[in-house]
């Protein structure tokens, strides 16, 4: 497993029944349109924070293969296999404004 960080933005996002979130981003840095857009899944377990739409900002994610990632269930102090092959949210960090009391920071 390993995470991967892109400038992008927020464009979609859903919620299911279980808690699962899909979230769809733009990767602004990579115009090719295989790369350009990343489909992302969130676990209902998941305690960082969610970016709003449009926002924009450093998106990490990983990529997990099933039967070979794992992830670590500390109530039952245990690596478990992913079910499923998946890109899956890590974190996101916000871009902040240059622009403070509508002035331009040189």
Known sequence: MINKTIFSQLLAKEKDALGYQTLVFENLDNKNFGERYI???????WEDKIPEL???GYLTYRFVEEGK???YDNENKKFIPYNYTNFIYM?????EDNNI???IIL
């Open 54 to 56: 449009h926002d924009i």
């Open 91 to 95: 974190k996101f960090v916000k871009k």
């Open 101 to 103: 009391n509508n002035n």
């Open 39 to 45: 489909m992302l899944v969130v676990f209902p377990n």
């Open 69 to 71: 990632d794992s992830w």
